[in-house]
């Protein structure tokens, strides 16, 4: 094996750990549960989101020299500082940290011990988390690096014997738009959000590599993609297949906690469902702790100093604890609204930044404009918040029942701010300059 060949393997399998969240084993099962026999359309559409996305999300970041700035500062410096804090929070202290304290919580400890309460797991999940994020040791990075593989390992046993020995069939559940679905429903996994983040990391450690090149960096990192994307297509797929075969099985309004729980213990019975349970409770508790450290370093680095690492980061993890009281369920229900505005966003730079450093910033700033605006009217509608003449004209908007009701409005706004750009630099000749006849 060549040194190029190892290296994106091992890039590729970075790429995968990093994504590879144990809260994110929720969706997948969930969706195949709810879509029944349209599980395969519902899966397409979860891997545009769940997958694609965020493997295109570190070549577009790749592209950008692995800056943040470089990649929302097209629209302005401020909205990418804007932008960077908002994901930092959303990965952070409001969703995805409150949640991996949550999931430990309903799969891994509730099914074992029933009777420790949501505050006292909470509170001992997330002391654990405040001392190891403020004293970092090797000791997380060891148990990381061995509990991904054991995890995989179970999940991979889970569904091949599930796909062998499917435990139920199939059933109609009459989702409409099922592609859609499966589509909006990715976003839950915020990872094309984190890609923005992650993709540092792995540009990073490939320059440590030798490959100092942009065309060898985006070669080697969109191959690690590939690797990546490949792995979580196969957890991802296989996961919502079971959750498909358990539409029948299980009552409609089991959680998704309970779901995934139920689905191991009926493949692998009470020793397969507390290996399952150990082992995602180990991994949630790394993701919180490199979580919780990144918000930290995030807001430390943000204020120059004046907010340092320490109190940012207990402020953080006592955040998390009381919002991860409220439950799994609570937690995604909050995240819809925020993820209906920032995901879109997320796409059109992404798709922007790849199609060429040729456009104008004027492209970026209306395509983003375009975008926010109905994106924020999406998410109103959403929570039920009526928004007048102006929500009923973006409703009727093409693609609108899909939730891409923001695609045209950005397009027509990117070109509109081009227009208005290129008028503005136009330079008439003046009168005065030309030559007498």
């Given at each position: 094996m060549n040194n190029e060949r190892k290296d994106i393997i091992v890039a590729g399998a970075a790429?995968?750990?990093?994504?590879?969240?144990?809260?994110?084993?929720?969706?997948?099962?969930?969706?195949?549960?709810?879509?029944?026999?349209?599980?395969?359309?519902?899966?397409?559409?979860?891997?545009?989101?769940?997958?694609?996305?965020?493997?295109?999300?570190?070549?577009?970041?790749?592209?950008?020299?692995?800056?943040?700035?470089?990649?929302?500062?097209?629209?302005?410096?401020?909205?990418?500082?804007?932008?960077?804090?908002?994901?930092?929070?959303?990965?952070?202290?409001?969703?995805?940290?409150?949640?991996?304290?949550?999931?430990?919580?309903?799969?891994?400890?509730?099914?074992?011990?029933?009777?420790?309460?949501?505050?006292?797991?909470?509170?001992?999940?997330?002391?654990?988390?405040?001392?190891?994020?403020?004293?970092?040791?090797?000791?997380?990075?060891?148990?990381?690096?061995?509990?991904?593989?054991?995890?995989?390992?179970i999940i991979g046993?889970?569904?091949?014997?599930?796909?062998?020995?499917?435990?139920?069939?199939?059933?109609?559940?009459?989702?409409?738009?099922?592609?859609?679905?499966?589509?909006?429903?990715?976003?839950?996994?915020?990872?094309?959000?984190?890609?923005?983040l992650f993709a540092g990391l792995i540009l990073s450690a490939i320059t440590a590599k030798g490959y100092k090149t942009a065309e060898e960096q985006i070669k080697l990192t969109c191959k690690a993609g590939l690797i990546a994307g490949t792995g979580l297509m196969l957890v991802y797929g296989g996961l919502l297949y079971l959750g498909a075969t358990a539409s029948g099985t299980f009552e409609a309004g089991i959680s998704k906690a309970d779901l995934i729980v139920s689905i191991t213990n009926t493949i692998f019975g009470a020793a397969g469902q507390t290996a399952m349970c150990l082992a995602v409770s180990a991994a949630c508790l790394t993701t919180s702790i490199g979580l919780a450290a990144v918000v930290g370093s995030w807001f430390e680095k943000l204020t120059h100093g004046k907010l340092s690492y320490e109190p940012v980061v207990i402020v953080t993890v006592i955040f998390s604890a009381l919002i991860a009281v409220s439950g799994v369920e609570k937690i995604v229900n909050f995240s819809v609204p925020l993820l209906i505005i920032a995901y879109p966003i997320v796409i059109i730079l992404i798709a922007l930044t790849l199609l060429g450093r040729n456009l104008s910033s004027a492209v970026f700033k209306g395509a983003v404009t375009?975008?926010?605006?109905?994106?924020?009217?999406?998410?109103?509608?959403?929570?039920?918040?009526?928004?007048?003449?102006?929500?009923?004209?973006?409703?009727?908007?093409?693609?609108?029942?899909?939730?891409?009701?923001?695609?045209l409005p950005a397009l027509f706004c990117a070109v509109v701010m081009e227009l208005i750009s290129t008028s503005m630099h136009h330079k008439p000749l003046n009168q005065s300059t030309l030559p007498k006849s």
């Open positions: 790429l995968f750990a990093m994504f590879f969240g144990a809260g994110n084993l929720i969706f997948p099962p969930a969706l195949g549960f709810l879509s029944g026999t349209s599980w395969f359309f519902c899966m397409l559409g979860f891997f545009i989101t769940g997958v694609g996305l965020p493997i295109l999300g570190v070549a577009a970041l790749a592209k950008s020299g692995g800056s943040l700035d470089r990649f929302a500062g097209r629209v302005s410096p401020l909205f990418a500082k804007v932008m960077g804090t908002a994901i930092v929070l959303a990965i952070g202290p409001f969703l995805a940290i409150p949640r991996t304290g949550a999931t430990v919580y309903e799969i891994g400890i509730k099914p074992l011990f029933p009777g420790v309460s949501p505050l006292t797991a909470s509170i001992a999940f997330f002391a654990i988390t405040l001392f190891f994020a403020l004293k970092p040791s090797s000791i997380v990075d060891k148990i990381g690096k061995y509990l991904t593989p054991i995890l995989l390992l046993m889970i569904i091949i014997k599930g796909v062998a020995s499917p435990m139920g069939h199939a059933v109609g559940k009459g989702l409409t738009q099922p592609l859609s679905r499966g589509f909006i429903e990715g976003y839950q996994t915020m990872d094309a959000l984190a890609s923005i375009g975008c926010l605006i109905v994106s924020v009217f999406d998410a109103l509608a959403f929570l039920k918040i009526s928004t007048g003449a102006a929500g009923k004209l973006i409703a009727k908007l093409p693609f609108a029942d899909s939730g891409f009701a923001w695609i």
